[in-house]
């Protein structure tokens, strides 16, 4: 139940990543970035079973919360920047760095134990990435770099995830992690804001309904199965980008981009291994 949960998650994820991706050629990008945040905010409210914000928003880390909606808004930004420049598949093997990341991170701001092994890794994904975006060089726009910042920020925010996880709720946390979006976007609203006709107010729903669901379905998930058994299948979401980019966009990758997914999915079944090495009793 938490695999088929988590692939749900991550299906979830490709759905309302190619619907944002198809709706910022006709509307401002803030639009696309508030309905997937309001989407995530609303499952808070779910998972918290009160539509009472007061009790959602209390927190024992009040200035690490901060941090965290902070990271989360720069993130989702980075992310639709950089969209309209990359192909579905291109950009989602990019953020297939964020385990690596993530382990780095853990190991400047956590002190987490991390060998040599695993910082190669890291640094051989990290490659594997500069062959997608290809950074100035032919055919290569200076726009693909935007997901980078994107997986730097998001790996910040699941670190501090970890640091106020032993004091606050999850809904607290989610609700947090929204915040800074909805408020300057909403507030901002009337700068940015066209109105959609129908298909524009469908799309904006479905944006939010699959990033809700990817997002609850995540968390369920890992209350269900342990996250290095989960780890593993988060590669099949490549798959799947590949798959809808070709179908919806006519996108597939060219040969320097499949070889760079190759590294950075190597590369991070490397570290998820060393992770079940270590977890055995053996050094890291």
């Known amino acids: 139940m938490g695999i088929g949960l988590y692939l749900v998650a991550l299906t979830g994820v490709v759905a309302a990543n190619t619907v944002g991706k198809i709706m910022i050629d006709t509307m401002p990008v803030w639009q696309v970035v508030l309905a997937q945040i309001a989407g995530l905010m609303l499952a808070g409210f779910v998972f918290g079973r009160t539509l009472r914000i007061d009790r959602l928003l209390r927190t024992e880390r009040l200035g690490l919360q901060i941090a965290r909606t902070l990271c989360q808004f720069g993130a989702v930004v980075c992310f639709y920047h950089g969209l309209p420049h990359l192909p579905l598949a291109d950009i989602t093997g990019i953020m297939l760095l964020l385990p690596l990341a993530i382990t780095a991170m853990a190991a400047l701001f956590l002190k987490e134990s991390v060998g040599w092994r695993r910082w190669t890794a890291c640094i051989t994904g990290l490659i594997g990435a500069l062959l997608i975006a290809r950074p100035g060089l032919t055919g290569a726009h200076p726009g693909a770099l935007w997901p980078f910042g994107t997986v730097v920020l ?61 997002n609850s379905a995540r968390i369920q998930a890992l209350a269900m199965a342990p996250a290095s058994l989960l780890a593993p299948f988060g590669y099949t979401q490549i798959v799947t980008a590949t798959v809808v980019g070709l179908i919806v966009f006519g996108d597939l990758p060219d040969g320097w981009s499949f070889a760079g997914i190759a590294v950075i999915v190597l590369s991070g079944l490397y570290v998820w291994h060393r992770e079940r090495v270590r977890g055995s009793g053996s050094a890291a």
């Open 154 to 214: 998001f790996a910040l925010y699941t670190v501090l995830t970890r640091k106020v996880s032993a004091d606050d709720p999850a809904p607290n946390s989610m609700v947090w992690a929204a915040l800074a979006t909805v408020t300057v976007l909403g507030v901002a609203g009337p700068a940015y804001w066209v109105a959609p006709d129908w298909v524009g107010w469908l799309a904006l729903g479905a944006i939010a309904l699959f990033s809700g669901v990817a």
